[in-house]
């Protein structure tokens, strides 16, 4: 059976008025009773737009010249800003960009969990360039432009952006994308290297090259040349995460500090870590102002991951228990436990979306609940986790929209209140909300 073909569409430009902004950034028009998402348009702008999708509900398109600006605009610092996709909303005044993303979660909590927070927390701002510490390069050789690519997606994800420089990756690698992709250029591997992952701590800044196939010697002595050269950590991935082997220096330090709470995280090259590193000091304090550890208490921290809640947490609680789905981080944040003498953090790998109740470290019972969940949120803990005689709840969150979800059932099926929800801007000039919420019991 052939496949049906998609709408065609009439590229000519035409006119609307921008009326609203969508969760991702997009300005949202009307035509001809249809919902329609304008790339690089604000509410309140008169634009001509080219239609670049047509769908059943909604049409997509793209703001080719603006008729009468908003004056919230703000010129783009960034060169490549409306083809590369790592940012969407360079555009709108960085003021006004953690205001949208408020209203995003409120509307989030309003329409899908059917709640409102009684206090809306003032927002968290940090670092908003040169911020990312950790991220994921794609590269591609590009034979008709005969160069390599080394940059994050297009707009159109089939295509890698030529990038020469990223204002929002921390300076050290973002001011050297276009010598790297001339470095893979120079490798024999050249088509054989698709992804470039970065990471950095306080100190050494790290760069992993996935490789599809071995890497010659003379390859080997470029990469290693360029890493001394500029000061890097080269690592090389020929398979899983498991293949992830140094190529110099022999044994690279990882590490960033928490010094409010005399802390040191170290971490291996792919581990999770939060990607603004002054975002997530302030967001730990602001978690402990509002879960209050005290000595006498007992603290679950679930999705736990390396310990970055967990380990300066037992600074103030009596005792803490971080638990995690991945064993490799659950070793690591015990490694990290005693080298900061933190012998009242205790960890433990578990699968959360099966029923923890048996386990002897749930059946010894907890008073506060914190909670850090992955994009899917913690509906499936929430619903076996014995809640009863726990009185306050922190819930971070990465996506609003599980989070509404879930604090509708906290509150409607489990009795609580939400006593404060706030954002937190962890990823300035993008669409990604980060978000914190704080539960009560009635």
């Known amino acids: 059976m052939a496949r049906p073909r998609s709408p065609r569409i009439d590229k000519t430009p035409f006119e609307v008025q921008i009326v609203d902004h969508s969760h991702d950034g997009r300005g949202v028009a009307r035509r001809d009773g249809k919902t329609m998402f304008v790339s690089g348009a604000l509410p309140g702008e008169r634009v ?87 991220g994921r390069f794609s590269v591609r050789r590009v034979n008709k432009k005969d160069k390599t690519l080394v940059g994050f997606r297009e707009t159109d994800p ?48 790290a760069l992993v090259f996935r490789h599809l196939n071995p890497l010659d010697d003379a390859d ?29 220096p022999d044994a690279p330090k990882l590490a960033f500090a928490l010094p409010q709470w005399n802390v040191e995280l170290a971490f291996l090259p792919l581990d999770f870590i939060q990607v603004n590193a002054t975002l997530n000091q302030k967001m730990i304090a602001r978690t402990f102002e509002l879960l209050d550890p ?39 944040a015990r490694a990290n436990a005693e080298h900061n003498g933190l012998v009242n953090a205790h960890f433990h790998a578990a699968d959360l979306t099966e029923d923890q109740r048996g386990t002897p470290w749930m059946r010894q019972g907890f008073n506060k609940l914190l909670l850090d969940p992955p994009r899917s949120g913690a509906d499936e803990v929430l619903k076996q986790l014995p809640l009863k005689n726990i009185d306050r709840i922190v819930y971070v969150s990465c996506h609003p929209a599980s989070l509404a979800r879930d604090a509708g059932f906290l509150v409607k099926e489990r009795g609580y209140k939400l006593k404060a929800a706030g954002v937190m801007d962890m990823f300035p000039h993008t669409g990604h909300v980060e978000s914190i919420a704080l539960f009560e019991m009635k």
């Open 48 to 134: 001509m737009v080219e239609q670049t999708a047509k769908n059943r509900h909604f049409d997509e398109g793209r703001m080719v010249e603006v008729l009468q600006a908003s004056p919230d605009r703000v010129a783009p610092r960034c060169e490549h800003f409306g083809v590369c996709s790592g940012c969407v909303l360079q555009h709108l005044a960085e003021d006004k960009q953690i205001l949208l993303k408020q209203r995003v979660l409120l509307e989030n909590l309003e329409r899908i969990g059917h709640v409102a927070p009684q206090t809306v927390l003032p927002p968290l701002t940090g670092d908003s360039w040169g911020y990312r510490r950790k």
């Open 158 to 205: 089939r295509f890698v952006a030529d990038l020469r420089i990223c204002h929002t990756v921390i300076p050290q690698i973002g001011e050297r994308i276009e010598a790297l992709a001339l470095l893979v250029e120079s490798l024999d591997a050249r088509n054989d290297i698709p992804q470039i992952e970065f990471i950095a701590g306080d100190g050494a800044v």
């Open 220 to 248: 080997r002595a470029k990469l290693t040349a360029f890493a001394q050269q500029h000061g890097f950590a080269f690592y090389l991935q020929s398979g899983g995460i498991d293949t992830v082997v140094p190529l110099w």
């Open 294 to 332: 005290q000595p006498q208490d007992r603290i679950l921290d679930l999705f736990c991951g390396l310990g970055n809640f967990t380990l300066p947490m037992a600074r103030l609680a009596g005792e803490v228990v971080g638990v995690e789905g991945e064993a490799g981080l659950v070793a690591r």
